[in-house]
C-alpha cells in the first residue's frame, strides 16, 4: 500500500466536537451514490460511537468505531474507493484515526488500508475463508466483525487464498459461535440489505453452519463460485497476496 494513501488515512485532528446522541438503527435514504449509505446502531450515552458504511460495487461493509471521551477512532475493513468519504465522516465528528484493521485480506476489492495492528479490540483468528481471516470482538463481546467468515444467513467462501471448509467451521463454531448468543455480528459483506444479525440468529438459521462438518463442506466444495471481479491472474504486474493478485 502506497505511502500516499496511509498518509490519507491519518487525518490532522478535526477542531469540530460533536456529542454523539442515541438513535435507533435506521437506514439513511437510498440515493444514486448508494456507496454513501450509512448506518448507525442504538447505542447508550457515552459509548463507544459507532457507524456502519457502505461500498456499493462490492457489497462491502467498513466499520467505524470511537471512543466518546477521547474521541479516538479505528476504522475496519476500508475500501479504496471510499477512502475519502470515510475520512470526511471522521472530520465531520471530530475524530481522530488511530488505527485501521483487516479482517482478511480482500479479493473482491482493494483495501483501504495497509496496516493492521492488535488495538482496542480482541482478535480472534478465524481461518478458513482464507488462511490470514480474523475477527474483532468488543471488549464486553457485545459486537464482533467476523469479514467474510462469518455472514448473515452464509459464510466466505472456501475455493482460493488457502480456504479451507473444514477450518472454516471449525473457526465459526470455536470462535464466534462461543460468543454470548446476543453478540452482534457485523459482517464484512451482505448482497440483500441486511445489516446485522446475532450469534444466537446464526447458530439457529445460517443454513450453512448449522449443518455437521460433512455436510458443510460438501455444501462448499460444490458452490461454484465464479472468481471475484477483481481478482486476476499473477505475472501480469499487480500487487499479490496471499498467491492471489488483485488488480489494481
Not at 485501521?100 to 480482500?106: G, P, Q, S, V
Not at 471488549?139 to 469479514?147: I, N, P, Q, V
Not at 458443510?216 to 471481479?229: G, H, R, S, T
Request: hydrophobic share 35%.
Amino acid at each position: 500500500m502506497s505511502a500516499a494513501l496511509l498518509h490519507r488515512l491519518k487525518p490532522a485532528v478535526s477542531v469540530a466536537s460533536r456529542v454523539w446522541s442515541c438513535k435507533p438503527p435506521r437506514i439513511e435514504p437510498s440515493s444514486a451514490a448508494a456507496s454513501v449509505r450509512l448506518y448507525s446502531g442504538l447505542m447508550e450515552p457515552r459509548a463507544p460511537l459507532f457507524r456502519q458504511l457502505f461500498e456499493s460495487e462490492s457489497s462491502t461493509y467498513t466499520y467505524l468505531l470511537a471512543d466518546a471521551d477521547s474521541r479516538e477512532a479505528v476504522l475496519i475493513d476500508p475500501v479504496l474507493e471510499t477512502v475519502d468519504r470515510d475520512l470526511q465522516l471522521i472530520n465531520d465528528l471530530g475524530l481522530t484515526l488511530k488505527v485501521a484493521l483487516n479482517t482478511h485480506c480482500h479479493a473482491d476489492h482493494i483495501t483501504g488500508t495497509g496496516l493492521l495492528k492488535k488495538k482496542c479490540l480482541t482478535v480472534r483468528e478465524t481461518p478458513g475463508h482464507t488462511d490470514g481471516c480474523v475477527t474483532y470482538v468488543s471488549e464486553d463481546e457485545g459486537m464482533a466483525f467476523t469479514g467474510d467468515a462469518l455472514l448473515i444467513r452464509g459464510c466466505g467462501r472456501t475455493d482460493f487464498q488457502q480456504g479451507s471448509p473444514h477450518r472454516l467451521y471449525e473457526s465459526v463454531h470455536k470462535k464466534i459461535f462461543t460468543l454470548p448468543g446476543h453478540c452482534f455480528i457485523y459482517p464484512a459483506h451482505d448482497y440483500k440489505g441486511q445489516t446485522v444479525s446475532t450469534v444466537d440468529e446464526e447458530k439457529k438459521f445460517n443454513p450453512r453452519l448449522t449443518k455437521t462438518l460433512q455436510e458443510f463442506v460438501n455444501i462448499m466444495n460444490n458452490l461454484n463460485l465464479p472468481k471475484p471481479k477483481k481478482i486476476v491472474l499473477c505475472g501480469t504486474g499487480p500487487q499479490r497476496v496471499n498467491d492471489v493478485c488483485l488488480s489494481l
